[in-house]
């Protein structure tokens, strides 16, 4: 299925022939020398592969379970170091936005404006990130059939901007566990939008813990390596250098040992669906 291929930066496309998309960083901005250095190494540690890296990190995770968890830096000071993390490092950004009044700001500086899961019926977010002719990832909701995304998409397709991702990341099944149907990504893809994987989203179980989610980063491996067979656009993937003691996500959250092992696997992975698409259309 052909997907529309359309341009994020002047340097980055997503589509079906375009080099797979490697959204990858930690869940929430640190301290701003931490956020630079840590975009560095992950960029360092991608240079042998042909995949295109985004940098992701939220300046304010507004649905934590518990309120006394903490929340990231705040917008101004958020904003701040990834327009750092932009200049000095040279990669594309991307953060989540929660708030209709915050898009026209978040625009100046990041390259792809994120929905939220829990956000993505909201009408007017929606229209406001779309309004800002910036790429829009909207992350499926837990509790959403592949099949309504479309309604979603639609909201952001009426402003005038069809630059719009899809990012699949589980629904959930009983109280907390959350379950990859991987028939959902040729769903979605099958509607035209490139389709992005979030494998670490998908192992978490949603207020598992005391006042908080937790999940288990060894599964991630897995679910990334069949969602990539099934064919994809991209991989969604938070990755820290001490994952346990990351102020938010942290059972879920990559190292970067396991970072690296995954890169080989779904890179061999990725050549091989390439391969067998290409006889598929001979």
Partial sequence: MMVSTFEITSNLKVGT????????GPCVIEERDFTIKWAEKLKEVLKPYPFQFVFKASYDKANRTSGLSPRGPGLEQGLSILSEVKSKVGVPVLTDVHESTECALVAEVVDILQIPAFLCRQTTLLQSAGKTNKTVNIKKGQFLHPDDIKYAAEKVKQTGNPKI??????????????????????????????????????????????????????????????????????????????PDFAPSDGPNMLTLELFRTLLEQIYRLNETVKELRLKTDE
């Fill in 17 to 24: 022939e375009e080099p797979l998309l490697l959204i990858a």
């Fill in 165 to 242: 991702l899809i990012t699949e990341r589980g629904t959930c099944f009983g109280y907390r566990d959350l379950v990859v149907d991987m028939r959902s990504l040729s769903r979605i893809r099958q509607q035209g939008f490139p389709v992005i994987f979030d494998g670490t989203h998908s192992v978490q179980q949603l207020g598992g813990g005391v006042g908080k989610s937790i999940g288990n980063r060894f599964e991630v491996l897995g679910l990334v390596r069949a969602a990539v067979a099934v064919g994809i656009d991209g991989v969604f993937l938070e990755v820290h250098p001490n």
